[in-house]
């Protein structure tokens, strides 16, 4: 199994996600559950506690224990695998949306910047429709 699991959240986050990264996680794995915001305060640190709480109680659900880590960063992108690459985490799970229309051609998502650049497993979950 897995020693470090970092679960990439935002406020769209669905559940499926979470279901997902509880069934990667062996007994001794370390799972941190991060969060990227653009300036982080302390009225914002605590928003993001109260808003990602359902993550970590659903993980505690499962026999999981987690922590919440939120990184102040105008870049998402390079701020996760950043992140990814200081803790020495082995698997990444997050979720992943399609873009559509001309957003979708001219921009770059982040889960297509983090199958180039996070140097370890990679699961990517779609929304069920």
């Known amino acids: ?45 605590k928003d993001a506690e109260e808003k990602f709480a359902w993550v970590l109680s659903l ?16 870049d998402a992108k390079s701020a996760i695998v950043s992140f990814v690459k200081n803790v020495s985490a082995d698997i990444v799970v997050t979720g992943t949306i399609q873009k559509k229309g001309i957003l979708g051609v001219i921009s770059e998502s982040i889960s297509d910047y983090l199958i180039k650049h996070i140097p370890c497993t990679l699961i990517l979950v779609k929304r069920a429709d």
């Open 59 to 74: 993980l505690e659900k499962e026999g999981i224990k987690a922590r919440l880590e939120l990184v102040e960063s105008a």
């Open 1 to 45: 199994m897995y020693r470090r699991m970092v679960i990439c959240v935002t406020e769209a986050t669905p559940e499926e996600v979470i279901k997902v990264a509880a069934k990667l996680c062996g007994k001794e794995t370390e799972v941190i559950v991060l969060h990227v915001v653009r300036i982080l305060t302390e009225l914002q640190k």
